[in-house]
Nanobody, 126 residues
Framework: QVQLVESGGGSVQAGGSLRLSCARS????????MGWFRQAPGKEREGVAT???????SYADSVKGRFTISQDNAENTLYLQMNMLKPEDTAMYYC????????????????????WGQGTQVTVSS
């Protein structure tokens, strides 16, 4: 069983930055892929950024050039550095772990992930 706990959310003004963290525990097994997703009120959960065990990272077009995903394997922690935040980035952000290998194109799908954190709220004001 994998436990994921997010932290680092908050309220910032447009143009500001936040760094989200996700602490992973419950197993020494490294998931095939870790991802950050977000869900705004009334909208579906969407993939933001993913990173595989080989370090390959992918980003949604809406955050490319502004967000950076990284992981510290020694500390079992996943990060999301968010810069140049926009009001449309406002959402609950979730950390997720995929234990099974899958196609790269599937890594932004909710169904590819087996474990989820409870989320951390990010609010960006204009």
């Amino acid at each position: 069983q994998v436990q994921l706990v997010e932290s680092g959310g908050g309220s910032v003004q447009a143009g500001g930055s936040l760094r989200l963290s996700c602490a992973r525990s419950g197993t020494s097994y490294r998931p095939y892929c870790m991802g950050w997703f977000r869900q705004a009120p009334g909208k579906e959960r969407e993939g933001v950024a993913t990173i595989r065990t080989d370090g390959y990272a992918s980003y949604a077009d809406s955050v490319k050039g502004r967000f950076t995903i990284s992981q510290d394997n020694a500390e079992n922690t996943l990060y999301l550095q968010m810069n140049m935040l926009k009001p449309e980035d406002t959402a609950m952000y979730y950390c997720a772990a995929a234990t099974r290998p899958t196609y790269t194109s599937y890594l932004f799908l909710v169904g590819a992930y087996d474990y989820w954190g409870q989320g951390t709220q990010v609010t960006v004001s204009s």
